[in-house]
C-alpha cells in the first residue's frame, strides 16, 4: 500500500481538499486529480456506485495521484471489508453514534492486534500477494488506512466526549445535513440549534486534539477552516452549478 499523504497532511495540521463523487465514472475521479485536490470520497451511501465500480474509480485515482477515501452503504463491518478490499485507503463511516460503534469501525478497517477485519489471501488492497509478503502488507494497511466517522446524528452530538476518547480514528466529520433533520430542522443546517451543536463540537474535537472534518462549498471553506477542520470536501454538483451559473451570467450578460 501506498503512503498515505492526508495522513501525513493531519500529522502536520494541514488541510486535505476532495471531492464527493456519486456517480460511477473514472473519468471524474482523473479530473478531480487534474484540478489539484488531494482526495476524492467514492460514496456508496448516497450514490449509484457499485463494488466493482468502487475498484475501478478506486484504480482511477491510484493513477492519477489522489487519495481514494469510500463511504460505505452503511456502518456494518461487512460493507467496510467490501470497499477496504477493493484498495480503498480509508472509510468515512455513516452514522456513529456511540464509542462503541466507533470502536466497531476501527476494528473493521484494521487487521490484528489493531482491529478484526477479514484477512484474505489474493486481494487487490494486498497486491494479491504479488507485491510483497502478507505481513508486509498488513503492517502496511494498519499503518496507512485513514479511519473516519459521521457525527450526523442528535445522539452523537450527545456523546461527542465518549466518542472522540476511541484510539484509531482519525477524523471526526460533522455532517450537518443528517444531523439538521435529526434534531428537527431538515434541510437547515444554520438553525441556531443545529449551528450551535456543530459549533460546540467542532471546539470539541479540537480541545482534543483530534481532526475534525466538515463538507463546504467556496462560500463556506475559509469558515470551517477557521473552525479547526482539515478533512474538507465539496460535491460535484455544487462545483458545476457554481461554475455553471457563473459561465451563463457571463455569457447572458449584456
Not at 46 to 49: D, K, M, Q, V
Not at 67 to 71: D, G, K, N, S
Not at 120 to 130: I, Q, S, V
Given at each position: 500500500m ?23 465514472s ?19 451511501e448516497?450514490?449509484?456506485?457499485s463494488?466493482e465500480t468502487?475498484?475501478?474509480l478506486?484504480?482511477a ?5 489522489v ?5 460505505p ?10 470497499v477496504?478490499d477493493r ?8 452514522h456513529?453514534?456511540s ?8 476494528a473493521?478497517?484494521k ?8 484477512l ?11 507485491a ?10 494498519n ?7 459521521q457525527l450526523e446524528?442528535?445522539?452523537a452530538i ?11 480514528v ?8 443528517d444531523?439538521?433533520?435529526?434534531m428537527?430542522?431538515p ?12 459549533e460546540a ?6 480541545a482534543a486534539?483530534r ?7 467556496a ?10 477542520a482539515?478533512?474538507?470536501y465539496t460535491h ?5 452549478g457554481a ?9 447572458k450578460?449584456?
Open positions: 501506498r503512503p498515505n499523504t492526508m495522513k501525513a497532511r493531519f500529522a502536520a495540521g494541514e488541510p486535505a481538499f476532495g471531492i464527493s463523487i456519486m456517480i460511477p473514472p473519468q471524474l475521479v482523473e479530473m478531480v486529480a487534474g484540478l489539484g485536490f488531494d482526495w476524492v470520497l467514492i460514496d456508496c448516497h450514490g449509484t456506485i463494488l468502487v475498484e475501478l478506486v484504480m485515482a491510484e493513477a492519477s495521484g487519495t481514494p477515501i469510500v463511504r452503504v452503511s456502518n456494518g463491518a461487512a460493507d467496510i471489508l467490501q477496504m484498495g480503498a485507503m480509508g472509510v468515512q463511516v455513516p456513529v453514534t464509542a462503541e460503534e466507533a470502536r466497531a469501525a476501527v473493521a478497517v487487521f490484528h492486534p489493531e482491529g478484526s477485519r477479514s484474505a489471501a489474493g486481494t487487490r488492497a494486498a497486491g494479491y500477494d504479488l510483497c509478503s502478507p505481513a508486509e502488507a498488513i503492517a502496511a494497511a499503518r496507512e488506512t485513514l479511519v473516519c466517522v446524528d442528535a445522539a450527545e456523546n461527542a466526549d465518549e466518542i472522540l476518547t476511541v484510539d484509531g482519525d477524523v471526526f466529520f460533522i455532517g450537518p445535513s444531523l439538521s433533520q435529526s428537527g430542522h434541510g437547515d443546517p444554520k438553525a441556531p440549534a443545529v449551528a450551535e451543536a456543530i463540537t467542532l471546539a470539541k474535537i479540537v486534539g481532526t475534525p472534518g466538515m463538507p463546504a462549498s462560500d463556506a471553506v475559509q469558515h470551517v477552516l477557521s473552525r479547526g482539515r478533512y474538507i460535484v454538483p455544487k462545483l458545476l461554475a455553471g451559473r457563473s459561465y451563463l451570467a457571463a455569457a450578460s449584456p
